[in-house]
């Protein structure tokens, strides 16, 4: 039954997906406006179904902080509404010509982009990416097939049914976006499969889903999330731009895939400083799990385990190191490729780091926390990809579009 | 045992990955002159080990095509040694500065390109794949892990051999390039599943190999080849120039992927010309499938197979369309998504054509052959891919690296 669910809504989003490629800018933005404004007229019905997972989710036993992300309220919902309508005055990527040259033999030769066509999502108990996805995919002029968890599966079906409501006013086909109502785990299972109708397949959740997507997926698939981030102190660095940096990018949001998990310092800064940096982190709330040089009380000894742990809170390991290149080779051994950061005053060191170190994003003198589509100045952000193909890094617009070679010639016959 | 092996060897590559992204463009284009030296200084016992391959094909009744594309003699290897020279005048795409700019917070952002790490090839009884792949690799710093067929394993053994000598004396890694030498089916099925150390899978052959290949991997792919091409002459065509396009395509060389296996025709340019057009194919040997409306003798009835054979010889089918929607919907349905043509002096047929078709490369008033990394003056080709993500059509070297952001600060902290 889930087979056929997923065949018939992998169809439609098709079909849909050939309709919405002819669409003009102006015709997709007014559909999100639609859809912007659709969401606060029905506000009751979508906090109603919402209200219905929660009641759920509680019998069922489900965490304070899954219950929190679950659940929408006058304030979210606006913000996604405002959300969907900031998207419509950015740029359209579809249409841009990104080269054109001319060849000896007289062949016009422009690349432009193109929408991808079938986008999958398969995502965790946040209703809000069912918004989110739909909307960026719209402008992008992509159809979406949404798979959300069954815990937000009434809220997501009212998001839907609202969407729906507002694209029938619109001249873009409804049938663009489609939800998996069946959340067993076999539709999730098949979507990785579902060639046929998928151009791209993005999983957005918790490491587990991700890796669970990117094993098991032949429909090629767009990884995001996982940030094992590093901030190596090298013993150039000044102390107060060195210890703000660390502090930041571990203590401002601990929760986020661009936060610090591992400060790796040079044994010579170590020497003179690092009780200091150990102390305000401890100040903060940081536990520390330290190899045996790091100087300071309560020092939870780190095991190599705790070099790959994401923590996600106010924990962080701390290693001393002899060099740049030890500090390099610890992360590109530990390391998720996310985003990497080196302080220092020492400009050899700087590039060695810059250009060894595998990773999407690498700052120096800055924060890891700055690795985001927003803060890049995307505008929106589909996700921050740490894989290599396609896009890497914080993804914009651009990276839900593939390109097409157009060539106006004169009769050239080979 | 094969696992072992591929686990060797994708380590290997992934450590020869991290020191080769170090080099120069110099040491680079050094090694490869090298290669091709060597490759020409060693001939004898490269065609001595081909001559067994060839040996065991015949004892093993292989057909005459797949012997032909097996063999290697003195003039393929000095054209594959000419090859590997001629990469050395190309632009390294490595290091490059794509985009670059300033955030109101002083951030300096740079999108700068890097090598992917390590390409795993999966490709049939062609030796000459062994040398294009590992020197395309090696000229964008990737590694590169090869499994070749079995048929061709004394070929191939022996090309590495020549390579890792030349190598040897260069100073790139020689263990960038590794041969799988077990060639049983299993290999090929884990390599499929080597996320660990593959950032790519790249499949050269036939349909079918390309087909397995994505239905079971998952390790990115880019999927190269399979093109059932069209030309669409609309009303409007003129008559010389039609003929021309559509017979080019289809025979002038007639087993490539870029090659025309459909000709849909206007029924009005039909009514005119076909008829003409018809037979001059034929006097070129072509076969002709054609629908109830294609006039002439020797019309073979087309069945719905035919539309979608790629059929990469001397037939064709042809159909008789009512409109360039028509047209358009038949290729968008039969179609590979890799080169399409129309010929027409309509422009808001061609202007239709263009937006509504989905393929790599979309063709006005020109032959589909040109769907070609050389004809494109990209100077190198990887492949032409018809999927959607990373890199669409004709591939030059960029389709072999990533990007990375390079992000200096001055102390900013979020």
């Known amino acids: ?90 740029k359209d990527p579809v249409g841009e010509m990104i080269e054109q040259w001319q060849r000896p033999n007289g062949l016009l030769i422009s690349q432009i982009r193109v929408p991808l066509g079938v986008i999958g999502m398969i995502y965790e108990a946040r209703p809000n990416v069912t918004v989110d996805a739909s ?38 086909p409804a049938e663009a976006v489609q939800l998996v109502e069946d959340t067993g785990r076999q539709t999730a ?12 397949l993005i999983p957005r959740g918790g490491a587990k ?52 998990e591992t400060i790796l310092v040079h044994e010579n800064w170590a020497a003179m400083h690092l009780q200091e940096l150990v102390e305000i982190l401890q100040d903060k709330g940081v536990t520390i799990h330290g190899d045996g040089r790091v100087p300071g009380n309560k020092i939870i000894p780190a095991t190599k385990e705790d070099w790959a742990t994401e923590f996600l809170g106010l924990e962080v390991a701390i290693k001393v190191v002899g060099s740049t290149d030890e500090a390099i080779s610890h992360i590109n051994l530990y390391g998720t490729k996310h985003s990497e950061a080196i302080v220092s005053s020492n400009s050899e060191n700087v590039n060695k780091f810059f250009n060894e170190v595998d990773a999407a994003a690498v700052y120096h003198n800055a924060s890891t926390r700055f690795t985001d589509g927003f803060e890049f100045g995307f505008g929106a952000e589909i996700g921050i990809s740490t894989q290599k193909l396609h896009a890497r890094g914080p993804m914009g617009l651009p990276a839900l579009t593939s390109t097409k070679y157009i060539i106006n010639g004169n009769g050239q016959v080979k």
């Open 135 to 172: 909307s960026l995919c719209l402008k992008t002029g992509n159809s979406v097939l949404l798979r959300g968890s069954s815990t937000a599966i009434r809220s997501n079906k009212a998001i839907v049914r609202v969407i729906h409501r507002a694209l029938e006013k619109s001249e873009l």
């Open 209 to 260: 889903l991700i890796k669970t997507v990117v094993e098991n997926s032949t429909v090629p698939v767009l990884e995001t999330g996982a940030g094992n981030c590093h901030v190596f102190i090298d013993e150039s660095a000044g102390k107060e731009m060195a210890i703000n940096i660390a502090v930041n990018a571990k203590t401002q949001r601990p929760s986020v895939c661009n936060a610090c």
């Open 1 to 90: 039954m889930s087979t056929n669910e997923l065949i018939q809504k992998g169809e439609k989003a098709k079909q849909a997906a050939s309709l919405l490629a002819k669409k003009t800018t102006k015709q997709k933005n007014d559909a999100l406006k639609l859809i912007s404004i659709q969401l606060i007229e029905e506000k009751e019905f979508i906090l109603a179904e919402n209200k219905k997972d929660l009641t759920a989710g509680q019998q069922n036993g489900m965490s304070e902080s899954m219950l929190d992300r679950l659940k929408l309220d006058e304030a979210s919902l606006k913000e996604m509404a405002n959300a969907v309508m900031s998207l419509t005055l950015l």
């Open 189 to 200: 299972s098949e979507m990785f499969k579902l060639n046929r109708y998928l151009d791209v």
